[in-house]
């Protein structure tokens, strides 16, 4: 009788079978995860801009002339050094600038 068949091969066909089903339905419910699928390309795109934004400031950084490059330097110290200053002296021009516009743009109106 050649149509039959052994247990053990009926256990390994159901085996698969059942490798086979997992595979499916896994497949499927990856598919139906449009949020997550969604969340992994924001993810993914916000990876490559953060390299690709990166890599401009490296190219930017290595385009700049020196001299420019010193000079951004020192005001990076100057700051660093003097926050509180740089923040008083920066409050005091936005409050004479914003007085100029309330006041009709200051000495070239009157």
């Known amino acids: 009788m050649s ?20 595979d499916t339905v896994a497949a499927l419910g990856y598919k139906s995860d ?3 699928r969604a969340e ?9 801009l953060g390299d690709a934004a990166g890599d401009a400031a490296a190219k930017a950084q290595q ?7 010193d000079g951004a330097d020192r005001v990076r110290e100057f700051v660093q050094r003097r926050p509180v200053a740089v ?24």
């Open 3 to 22: 149509g039959e068949r052994s247990p053990e091969s009926i256990q390994e066909d159901i085996a698969q079978t059942r490798e086979q089903l997992g």
């Open 34 to 36: 449009v949020k997550g």
């Open 40 to 48: 992994e390309r924001i993810a993914d795109t916000r990876e490559r």
């Open 63 to 69: 385009a700049m002339p020196a001299s420019a490059r």
């Open 87 to 110: 923040a008083a002296v920066a409050a005091f021009v936005a409050g004479v600038l914003i007085g100029r516009r309330r006041h009709g743009g200051g000495l070239a109106a009157r």
